[in-house]
């Protein structure tokens, strides 16, 4: 999609930005599109093109990066395929893991909102909230408190 939404110059644009982080990811996005591009675009942005080299070579064949749309036309299209199969994908992990349906407890989504949670009534037992006064001057009011230790 960033091929199809013209996003190279966008990004170009980006790598100005005098932050490692940032540029490092620009040049990734950069590098992952190149095929599409075609090789004129190659041949204009070559100070692009070396900084990807340069800055993000943990490619296993970068032959293979280096010299990857040769043909004269560029097919901006070829990612569809690949992209429906990680759409699938996505769509079976999202079906499996949130789905109601299912009766596997392992899979039912799990609430991490701290407000919600802390804000749920917890029933506790008759003899706890009995004891109450006397469990709280045990376990909180009696025992020394080492800040230190707290703090780390």
């Given at each position: 999609?960033?091929?199809?939404?013209?996003?190279?110059?966008?990004?170009?644009?980006?790598?100005k930005v005098k932050q490692a982080m940032m540029q490092l990811y620009v040049l990734k996005l950069l590098k992952v599109q190149t095929k599409y591009l075609g090789r004129q675009w190659r041949k204009s942005n070559?100070?692009?093109?070396?900084?990807?080299?340069?800055?993000?070579?943990q490619t296993k064949n970068i032959?293979?990066?280096?010299?990857t749309g040769t043909d004269l036309d560029a097919r901006p299209w070829d990612f569809q395929a690949e992209e429906c199969?990680?759409?699938?994908?996505?769509?079976?992990?999202?079906?499996?893991?949130?789905?109601?349906s299912h009766s596997n407890p392992d899979f039912l989504p799990?609430?991490?909102?701290?407000?919600?949670v802390l804000g749920q009534r917890v029933d506790l037992p008759e003899d706890f909230q009995m004891n109450y006064?006397?469990?709280?001057?045990r376990e909180v009011f009696s025992k020394p408190i080492s800040w230190e230790e707290l703090l780390q």
């Open positions: 999609m960033l091929v199809v939404f013209k996003s190279a110059p966008i990004l170009k644009r980006a790598l070559m100070k692009t093109m070396s900084a990807i080299y340069q800055k993000d070579n032959q293979q990066f280096l010299f199969a990680l759409r699938a994908s996505i769509e079976r992990f999202n079906s499996r893991r949130y789905d109601k799990v609430d991490n909102c701290l407000q919600s006064d006397l469990w709280l001057e």
